[in-house]
């Protein structure tokens, strides 16, 4: 590991002229922090990553301008528990770089070392940097965001003061978690967009919302087409909504009314045999609400 070479063998001539170097140079001494050199291998990634997907394209890429120009923007890293006395460290946010860094041979990257550690206020802090810093696809930031408020008890609210992002927009983003396996995966592939998922996310149900799906992947529909088509699907009850007697569906609506979330009456194949009602969260948060509505005797 070498400390302070400076900052001329950080960024390479050919990759920004002198006013951006300078420009690079401030930001990095306006944060006080020093760069470190560590070889590549000792660098591993962060088991609490929210980033699960990287296109392979896209890192070939960031390869290639690695390959060409050097790491700009250093990595940042925890140490984590060595063996035979050498220290190993953690990646906290770049793990992108880090791994183009792996393709083209480099034997080591810039890195600035945080104290994070291994409590939870250290893991809190390690995904809230990956959300921060990283190009995250719409599930990845939603899994990043609900693990927030389940494991660490943060409010919509408080992530989204953290993330500069509204408390609507962190809590729509959540949702997306409730969508069918098939259209996340398909978000997470760049198949469809977060605007496409968004519009399949305001029908009623998990069938309307796959009919939906298959229509835009079989007509290639823009996002602005599929909220056309999804206005169309709100038109067309599902099997379960239509199978429902007045009083069921009455039930329905109030209940959705009255607990600000999507509720399904399933009955059963007889009017004897009863049925199910379910009612789905999106977050603790959200749970706690409905709780306290259900059982609010005022």
């Excluded at 060595?82 to 906290?92: A, D, L, N, S």
């Excluded at 069918?180 to 919302?209: C, F, W, Y």
């Amino acid at each position: 590991m070498a400390l302070g070479r400076g900052l001329s063998s950080l960024i390479q001539p050919k990759a920004i002229n002198d006013t951006q170097k300078e420009q690079v140079k401030a930001d990095i001494e306006g944060r006080h922090e020093t760069i470190f050199y560590i070889p590549t291998e000792r660098i591993e990634p962060n088991p609490f990553q929210p980033r699960k997907h990287f296109d392979e394209e896209a890192l070939k890429e960031l390869a290639s301008s690695v390959k060409e120009d050097g790491i700009l923007q250093p990595i940042i890293v925890s140490q984590a528990q060595g063996v035979q006395g050498k220290p190993t460290y953690q990646i906290v946010a770049g793990e992108r770089r880090w791994r183009a860094a792996k393709l083209v041979g480099l034997k080591e990257v810039p890195a600035i070392v945080k104290n994070i550690g291994e409590n939870r206020e250290g893991l809190r802090i390690a995904i809230l940097e990956n959300i921060q810093r990283e190009n995250l696809n719409a599930i990845e930031l939603a899994e990043g965001y609900k693990r927030l408020s389940e494991e660490f008890g943060m409010r919509q609210e408080d992530i989204a003061a953290r993330v500069g992002k509204s408390r609507q927009t962190v809590g729509n983003t959540i949702r997306l978690l409730s969508l069918p396996k098939q259209i996340r995966d398909d978000i997470v592939a760049g198949a469809i967009s977060e605007n496409h998922a968004r519009a399949m996310l305001a029908l009623a149900s998990d069938e309307l919302r796959l009919r939906l799906w298959r229509e835009v992947r079989e007509q290639k529909l823009s996002a602005r087409q599929t909220e056309v088509a999804a206005r169309r699907y709100k038109k067309v009850p599902s099997k379960s909504a239509a199978s429902l007697d007045a009083m069921a569906k009455d039930a329905m609506v109030r209940l959705e009314a009255r607990l600000g979330t999507k509720v399904t009456v399933e009955p059963g194949p007889h009017v004897s045999d009863g049925g199910k009602i379910v009612i789905k969260y999106f977050s603790n948060e959200d749970l706690k609400n409905i709780v306290k509505k259900i059982t609010d005797n005022s």
